[in-house]
């Protein structure tokens, strides 16, 4: 399934007491693979519940750690709601995760936040660099924006492309998120928020005025200069352009 398998026992250990797990607290891991940082999880607590795709993957780690619980599924078509097992606990996330649905797996994280307390997640470098841009950036953008209002993030380790088998051909960083740093809260309707800042980036080069003109506001009610481009609002603009035009 185009898996890239993590081969340096250092960099697991380093991702799993990266986490800070504590005994009790039910983490979840995506795409296991065949175990590298499983392992190191199970040395901290053993309420583990992973998820993998690959059937014989599934089989191998049933094999290396019988009591584990194994859930065969794509993560993507899960209901996360049926992994709560104590309605006063929030979930932790943790996962090597495809780089092919990075963005997908994120955002549904973030729209499940309501029960996910946080995630350390390996992604690629570049799309990192994107989640945690800051505004006048060239990788400022849809992720930078919206990721930021239902979580703080944060950029940990590098981790090199020599770390895995076989190679990618580019390198990784872990990254955090908190979903309980959420500013979601200020917004009137979080819809039209997302609708929005799509929007807004949805070609880059243009104004705000000629990339808004086709989602039926008053853009007389904006407030800011309609001449700038999406990249050089702060999140907090945007969270003001919205509440004024919705």
């Not at 995630?119 to 919206?146: C, D, F, H, W």
């Amino acid at each position: 399934m185009g898996q890239n398998y993590l081969t340096d026992e250092n960099i697991c250990r380093n991702i799993v007491n990266a986490f800070d797990i504590q005994l009790g607290e039910h983490i979840i891991e995506i795409g296991p693979g065949k175990g590298a940082i499983t392992r190191f999880i199970l040395e901290k607590t053993n309420n583990l519940t992973v998820i993998e795709l690959d059937r014989n993957n599934c089989a191998i780690l049933k094999e290396l750690f019988p009591a584990l619980n194994i859930i065969n599924s794509d993560f993507l078509k899960l209901d996360m709601n049926e992994l709560v097992k104590d309605p006063y606990d929030k979930l932790r996330v943790i996962g090597n995760i495809p780089y092919n649905i990075t963005s997908p797996i994120i955002f549904k994280l973030a729209d499940n936040r309501g029960i996910i307390k946080d995630a350390q997640l390996m992604i690629q470098e570049e799309v990192a660099r994107r989640i945690t841009a800051e505004p006048n950036n060239k990788e400022y953008g849809i992720p930078s924006v919206i990721l930021n209002v239902f979580s703080s993030s944060k950029l940990l380790f590098k981790v090199s492309r020599a770390c895995f088998y076989p190679k990618p051909k580019v390198d990784s960083r872990i990254i955090y998120f908190d979903f309980t740093d959420s500013i979601e809260e200020r917004i009137n309707d979080i819809a039209f928020f997302r609708k929005l800042v799509k929007a807004a980036f949805g070609t880059r080069r243009k104004t705000l005025r000629n990339c808004l003109k086709n989602i039926d506001v008053d853009l007389t009610k904006a407030g800011i200069d309609l001449g700038r481009r999406a990249e050089s609002l702060s999140v907090d603009e945007f969270i003001e352009l919205s509440n004024r035009l919705c």
